[in-house]
């Protein structure tokens, strides 16, 4: 079975950084793509970052182009999410998140699997 889990989150500053890791377990070598997604208070889950397995493709949400980096360790099965120059408005729980198929690799209601979360806290 597959397993993701989230772990990095906690309380920063405006500003600050943090790094998140997303360790998986279970993932088929023709999984479609992962990554990133987030849900804050009052709002929609969205997309925030996802890598294609096929090419390696990235893609990224308006709103942390510049200031959020996705990457992968394939011997250590974990994929992360480097965000640094963080905002308030980024505050939200984080959801690692896989899929096998689909048009596109880091669209909400295409993902099969997902973790449990982490939250991101940024506040002064």
């Known amino acids: 079975q597959v397993q993701l889990v989230e772990s990095g989150g906690g309380l920063v500053q405006p500003g600050g950084s943090l790094r998140l890791s997303c360790a998986a377990s279970?993932?088929?070598?023709?999984?479609?793509?992962i990554g990133w997604f987030r849900q804050a208070p009052g709002k929609e889950r969205e997309g925030v970052s996802c890598?294609?397995?096929?090419?390696?493709?990235?893609d990224y949400a308006d709103s942390v182009k510049g200031r959020f980096t996705i990457s992968s360790d394939n011997a250590k099965n974990t994929v992360y999410l480097q965000m640094n120059s963080l905002k308030p408005e980024d505050t939200a729980v984080y959801y690692c998140?896989?899929?096998?198929?689909?048009?596109?690799?880091?669209?909400?209601?295409?993902?099969?699997?997902w973790g449990k979360g982490t939250l991101v806290t940024v506040s002064s």
């Open positions: 890598i294609s397995r096929s090419d390696g493709s990235t």
């Open positions: 279970g993932l088929s070598l023709d999984y479609y793509g």
């Open positions: 998140a896989a899929t096998y198929s689909g048009s596109y690799y880091c669209g909400v209601s295409g993902m099969n699997y």
